[in-house]
């Protein structure tokens, strides 16, 4: 007689434990066993699987992002040599002082590039937000498990902002694995079409409130408890330079 053993159901930290591949070898086995019979929640996971690998690709290849001029290494190299040219004079004996080997690693630490801010929130917004992008995990008719699912894992500060009153209403949200931890993308459109991304992710603290243009997106981003925010939304949409009060989680 054939005993067929049921397997416990893994919670939401596992699933994404298993995503990024940092499951026990036992308990991964055991997960599998349990997709295995239950297909609806394997293809999620897949997709899961999906996303964070072209995050992971976007990431490991910068070089394929939409170019942005401002970050060419000619015009950073310009830019350094403007500010520093009337320097050189006080500076040149000092620089001789120390050896050429000296001077070209000074020069080298100048010119490494300065890490982008919430650089994973703008990817994120180009793989998902776009209007041929897969299906949400949590479409706008599920806003409540929506909210459910931020309140789990960003606690008081994960909600689902409401942006009707300036003209947008919810598409959906996207579930995301970084190398932070679980994350998420809500998309929001407005009678026009045009789209924003409103994303979290816990801990990377930073520095401060601000924004940055990358090629024809602008990301708003600021933190709160720990967790960022971002608000992503095309370099033309100026409506949306208005969104982050209403997405104010602090």
């Known amino acids: 007689m054939n005993i067929q053993t049921t397997q416990p159901e893994p919670d939401e930290s596992e699933l994404h434990a298993y995503v990024d591949g940092q499951l026990e070898p036992a308990r991964r086995e055991a997960v599998e066993c349990w997709l295995d019979s239950h297909p609806e929640r394997a293809r999620q996971i897949a997709d899961w699987k999906r996303d964070a690998g072209h995050l992971r690709a976007l990431h490991a290849h910068p070089e394929q992002w939409a170019a942005n001029a401002a970050l060419e290494p000619l015009r950073i190299r310009r830019r350094l040599h403007a500010s520093r040219r009337h320097r050189m004079g006080i500076a040149a004996s000092l620089i001789l002082a120390l050896g050429l080997g000296a001077g070209v690693g000074w ?25 041929d992008a897969p299906a949400m995990d949590f479409d706008a008719s599920r806003s409540a498990d ?3 699912w931020l309140q789990r894992h960003f606690g008081k500060v994960g909600r689902v902002p409401d942006l009707k009153p300036a003209g947008y209403r919810l598409m959906g949200g996207r579930v995301l694995s970084t190398e932070q931890g679980t994350a998420a993308m809500l998309v929001y459109q407005d009678g026009s079409g045009a789209r924003v991304g409103f994303y979290l992710r816990p801990r990377g603290k930073l520095k401060g409130t601000g924004q940055r243009r990358d090629g024809d997106l602008l990301a708003q981003y600021w933190s709160h408890q720990n967790t960022s925010f971002a608000l992503v939304s095309e370099v033309a949409d100026t409506a949306a330079l208005r969104l982050p009060h209403l997405l104010d989680n602090g």
């Open 107 to 131: 020069w080298a630490r100048d010119l490494q590039p300065v890490p982008m801010p919430m650089a994973d929130a703008v990817a994120a917004y180009r793989q998902f937000a776009d209007a």
């Open 146 to 148: 929506l909210q459910r």
